[in-house]
């Protein structure tokens, strides 16, 4: 399946493929807001990031799933790190 996400290497949209399932994404059902994280996807040593609204997944290269312990609000901590905020 194809999927366009925000490099934040390359700083643009690309298109990947990407299939996701048990073995390389956790899940996480309870969002409070559009801007809560729905799924980590470990994608050939990056990390995808993928809220609940409409803004596109980001890829972190160096990262894991094992490296923030599955953790939704590690995975927000880097999320906002990458786009300037807190």
Known sequence: MEKLIFNT?????ETIAIECTEQNTTWFDDAEDD???CA?????GCLLISEWGYDYP??????????IEYDRHKAYE?????????
């Open 9 to 13: 290497l390359k700083g643009r949209l």
């Open 35 to 37: 801007n809560a994280i």
């Open 40 to 44: 980590i996807t470990d994608y050939e």
């Open 58 to 67: 980001i890829m972190v290269d160096g990262v894991t799933r094992a490296d």
């Open 78 to 86: 880097i999320k906002c790190w990458w786009e300037g905020g807190s």
